[in-house]
């Protein structure tokens, strides 16, 4: 601490060897700029003086007679000067709380930022700008060079590496750290973990193993299990709650028929032309027809389902001919029935021996696949 003031003079009293050692003690004062904890006792208004806060610390400080605003502080270590807090400021605070709201544990608010149109723009913007374009109604950043709306990527989208996953009942695919999982062994897979709604994994399987479907959490293409193969790829949609739908299955040897059309039960008449829209917007690539048993026939009982071709069976005589003409668009399959109360025949469930199915006893199903 280097304070001290001699007070008044008074040469009467005052010898010459204590005059100089209050001199002496006075200079040392100047000298440290009045260095205390506090102020001086003997300041007067307009007086500099430094505050000793911390070893770290020192204020330079103005007395005006009643208080000592700061105007500026040091670190005496480092010889740092020091940056000013908001607070040390008279009427800062109260000018940022004026253009920014702020929140806090006791309020809510909302930052308030810059906005205008497109002309509206710095004229010599840098990077990291952010505002509000009253033009495009959307938020917008200056990056690269240029304005970009927020929600808009320059860039690619790089995932997380694949991680490997050993299979499971329960395989913990939403808890991976990456979207992309290899899946080894072959133990059958019941179920995923639960993650959010909207949450997409994609498997890539090292082997064979069982997938079983699952209509309410395990969902799978057809509504059946599925025995996967060394390459194949499914990638998997989150429901939340534990439960997932397969979007896409890809196996190794190629893509899957993972679209189907299922007709309902048709009529058979002779000669008849049917037209079925499959909804498929694409050619058919495969097809199956058969004939549900409606009455009990040549040994089958009413329910059964009979395959029958999907093509005339031609023979060398025209009264043996059986079948349909099938063709098919993006749009619609097309069927044509042989002219015949018997356009269909099968082997008799009983006995073996072929026969024929007379249109009355059932009706035609028609499957497709794309």
């Known amino acids: ?103 806090a544990a006791t309020t809510t608010g909302a930052a308030l930022i810059p906005t205008g149109n497109s002309a509206q723009r710095p004229a010599a913007p840098a990077a990291g700008m952010f505002r509000h374009n009253t033009t495009t109604l959307e938020f917008e950043r200056y990056q690269g060079g240029k304005w970009l709306p927020l929600n808009v990527m320059d860039k690619a989208l790089n995932e997380a590496p694949a991680v490997t996953l050993a299979s499971a009942a329960t395989l913990n695919i939403g808890s991976a750290a990456a979207n992309t999982i290899s899946v080894s062994g072959t133990t059958t897979i019941t179920a995923f973990d639960n993650v959010a709604d909207g949450a997409t994994r994609r498997l890539v399987f090292q082997g064979q193993l069982t997938l079983t479907h699952n209509a309410a959490s395990l969902i799978l293409p057809g509504g059946t299990s599925i025995t996967t193969a060394a390459g194949d790829v499914v990638e998997m949609l989150s429901l939340g709650g534990g439960n997932w739908r397969c979007t896409n299955y890809l196996p190794a040897a190629g ?31 495969l097809f199956r027809c058969s004939v549900t048993i409606t009455t009990a026939h040549i040994g089958y009982a009413v329910g059964d389902e009979v395959e029958v071709p999907h093509f005339a069976d031609i023979s060398d005589s025209d009264s043996n001919t059986r079948g349909i003409s099938l063709t098919a668009d993006d749009t619609n399959i097309y069927i044509k029935y042989r002219a015949s109360s018997t356009v269909f025949g099968a082997l008799n469930k009983s006995n073996g021996f072929p026969a024929a199915i007379t249109n009355a006893s059932g009706l035609l199903n028609v499957r497709a696949w794309a």
């Open 1 to 103: 601490m280097s304070q001290f003031d001699f007070g008044v003079i008074d040469p009467n009293y005052k010898s010459g060897p204590q005059l100089s050692l209050d001199l002496n003690k006075f200079r040392d004062a100047l000298n440290t700029q009045h260095l205390g904890a506090s102020r001086p006792a003997y300041a007067q208004a307009g007086m500099l003086w430094m505050r000793e806060v911390s070893s770290e610390r020192w204020d330079l400080c103005l007395y005006d007679g009643q208080l000592d605003p700061v105007l500026r502080s040091f670190n005496p270590v480092t010889s740092e000067i020091l940056k000013f807090a908001i607070s040390d400021v008279a009427g800062l605070g109260t000018a940022l709380d004026a253009g920014v709201q702020k929140d």
């Open 255 to 285: 893509r899957a028929l993972n679209r189907e059309y299922l007709s309902a039960p048709q009529t058979i008449t002779s000669a008849g032309l049917l037209t079925l829209a499959h909804g498929l917007k694409t050619r058919p690539k």
